[in-house]
């Protein structure tokens, strides 16, 4: 993909050198997913709860992580299958989901992206999503806004009404949630009876692009993935979308800690008090019961 003016956000909010690294490995990972795909690849089970890993994803990483370190040797690096990769960068970790899709790719199905973040300390300040199948690519500075392959996106805020058979939806929960989860059972049933359509594309990346895009209207994900989670929520604020927890306390987007603190509504700031309230009747956030999710108070 040859880049064009509008294809980065503010170089002016910093980090823009760190970004244009970011896009041009996921690019280039992009690529080399798109040859191999959809039958010129192995696949083995991975963990106890279904998931998957293909000689794509091993060979994505490699080629991610290989430029990350060239242009910033000092730099931490977290990937999604090598796991850390020390550094000395002084609180700067590259986290890197060389392919958010894998069970999708092992059916066939070309629903799947390569995801790069850079967070300092805990906050994300560059975010990269890169579709192979379109080749397109969104891109996020902290402070900078997000830009896809038409330029800036700013059509989230003040977009379409809400349908009268209510919003389009879509959900995500970590590989770790028990099928019989109270809470997460509970969240599903209220959004699957109170949304248009509840989409759950297991590739959470593409998700947060979607929602990005105005898309779709909002995302709500239960005890979340941490390896995407910055990457995705950074792209999504920067285009205008409100993030929060379940309990409507502000969200930091981070990738450390229990997953507990990853549970999230995300949605144009206008629908976002719907969602909440949505999640309130699921009963998913509330004390004494067995689908207790736990709180966390507003800054």
Known sequence: MSPNRNRFPDPSAGFASECRTAVAAAEEAGALLRSRFPDGFAARPKGEHGDVVTDLDLMAERLVVDRIRERFPHDRILAEE??????????????????????????????????????????????????????????????????????????????????????????????????????????????????????????????????????????????AEAIDLPAGALLAREAGVAVRHLDGGEFGGGFTGPDTERSFVAGRPEVLPHLLELVTVSGAVGRGGPSYVPRRSTP
Not at 91 to 104: A, C, E, K
Not at 131 to 142: E, Q
Not at 148 to 154: C, D, E, F, H, S
């Open 82 to 223: 090598s796991g850390e990769l020390g550094g000395d960068g002084g609180g700067r970790t590259w986290l890197v989901d060389p392919l958010d899709g894998s069970n999708n790719v092992v059916i066939g199905l070309p629903a799947y992206v390569v995801g790069i973040a850079l967070c300092v300390d805990e906050a994300p300040v560059v975010g990269v999503v890169h579709d192979p199948v379109t080749g397109h690519t969104w891109s996020a500075l902290r402070g900078g806004g997000a830009h896809g392959p038409r330029g800036r996106l700013a059509g989230v805020v003040g977009g379409r009404p809400l349908s009268s058979a209510g919003p389009l939806l879509a959900w995500t929960q970590g590989h770790a949630v028990d099928r019989d989860d109270p809470a997460a059972r509970a969240l599903r049933h209220t959004l699957e009876n109170r949304s248009r359509r509840l989409l759950q594309l297991w590739a959470p990346l593409l998700t947060w692009a979607m929602l990005a895009r105005g898309d779709i209207d909002g995302f709500v994900g239960y005890r």
